[in-house]
């Protein structure tokens, strides 16, 4: 059974950091591209960033380059997200994904929540 589980989110102040990670089990995680999405309060989902199977290469939404970083553990089959100087804006309920243009598995989705 494919899992993917997020942890890491929460409470952050403005200009906070944050890392996210999402552990996978049931799949061979290094055949895969993986990706972030999130979803705002009362918004659609937003592509937020990908990476490819060993890393080499990452992608990201405009207004998260240079603040996010994305970044994975083959050996530990976890992807992780490192958000920084975050905004209010960037409260969401953030998911892993495997794959890019399509997403077959999701994980439930972990709250961030940037509020002073």
């Known amino acids: 059974e494919v899992q993917l589980v997020e942890s890491g989110g929460g409470l952050v102040q403005p200009g906070g950091s944050l890392r996210l990670s999402c552990a996978t089990s049931g799949f061979t995680f290094d055949d895969y591209t993986m990706s972030w999405v999130r979803q705002a309060p009362g918004k659609g989902l937003e592509w937020v960033s990908t990476?490819?199977?060993?890393?080499?290469?990452?992608y990201y939404e405009e207004s998260m380059k240079g603040r996010f970083t994305i970044s994975r553990d083959n050996a530990k089959n976890t992807l992780y997200l490192q958000m920084n100087s975050l905004k209010s804006e960037d409260t969401a309920v953030y998911y892993c994904?495997?794959?890019?243009?399509?997403?077959?598995?999701w994980g439930k989705g972990i709250l961030v929540t940037v509020s002073s």
């Open positions: 994904a495997k794959g890019r243009y399509a997403m077959d598995y």
């Open positions: 990476i490819n199977l060993n890393g080499g290469r990452t």
